[in-house]
């Protein structure tokens, strides 16, 4: 006797969602280019290439006095000084509102504890540096302060998140024989999502040290504020050995961060 082969099931209703999502997303870039009204001729255009390479000239050569180099070596000190410090308060304060943000103490606390994240990391570091500059004054205090709220708001979103994705069953084993709920916490939910949480600090110190370069600026201090000052002067060649020293350290700490990070999944 022969059986007759099970019929296929039936094909999966066809989703319309994805292509229209990329319809929009094509319109939207559409839309940018027709509005920016980019003049790119203009741009390459013989005479603005011109004056665009006679005024890189003036960077050369940079100034390599002595004096000189060891007021950048100094100010190059003050930016990693902000960018690490600042990562460092944002760290601690990230840590602790991402224990509500993660839903731990309940729903109410951790809309409020989320609504204060977003607030933070919704103004830019510079915005942030110019309200602090008026409460402690120009150098790089205000600086280190910008950075740790706007990236204490970034990393205490993503510590949230991580929690939220811990697996919950160690800690509640080791609350069911009797462990504290801070105790458990520490053994069982925070080695979990420790890797992740460093990972991501690391990544956030490369992008502070960018931030407190830019911060000087404003008046904050650091590397920034030696650009400003010889930009301002029209001191060209003394601006290109800034510049110089903020790719060295962005580069140094670039690599630091990249061999940290290895170890730590090591």
């Known amino acids: 006797m022969t059986t007759r082969p099970a019929s296929p099931p039936p094909a999966p209703p066809r989703s319309w969602s994805t292509p229209l999502l990329l319809v929009g997303l094509l319109a939207l870039v559409v839309a940018s280019f027709a509005t920016l009204q980019l003049e790119l001729a203009a ?128 800690e509640a084993a080791l609350r069911n024989n009797g462990a504290p709920a801070l105790a458990a916490f520490f053994y069982a939910t925070l080695p979990q999502t420790l890797p992740q949480m460093l990972s991501y600090t690391l990544y956030r110190w490369e992008n502070n040290i960018r931030a407190a370069a830019v911060l000087g600026v404003v008046g904050a201090g650091g590397l920034g504020q030696m650009l400003k000052y010889h930009l301002s002067l029209f001191q060209m060649q003394s601006a290109a050995t800034v510049v110089l020293a903020m790719l060295l350290l962005v580069a140094l700490v670039d690599a630091a961060s990249f061999a940290l990070r290895r170890a730590l999944t090591r």
């Open 43 to 170: 741009f390459l255009a013989p005479e603005s290439l011109g004056t665009t390479l006679e005024f890189l000239s003036g960077f050369a050569p940079p100034d390599l006095a002595p004096a000189f180099l060891r007021k950048t070596l100094g100010a190059a000190l003050e930016t990693l000084s902000m960018s690490a410090l600042g990562t460092l308060l944002a760290v601690v304060a990230g840590l602790l509102l991402a224990l509500p943000a993660s839903g731990r103490w309940g729903a109410p606390p951790r809309a409020a504890v989320r609504l204060l994240l977003n607030v933070l990391r919704s103004i830019p570091e510079l915005v942030w540096a110019a309200l602090l500059l008026v409460a402690a004054g120009l150098g790089p205090f205000a600086g280190t302060l910008a950075l740790g709220a706007h990236t204490a708001g970034v990393l205490g979103r993503l510590f949230a998140d991580a929690l939220e994705n811990a697996e919950p069953l160690p």
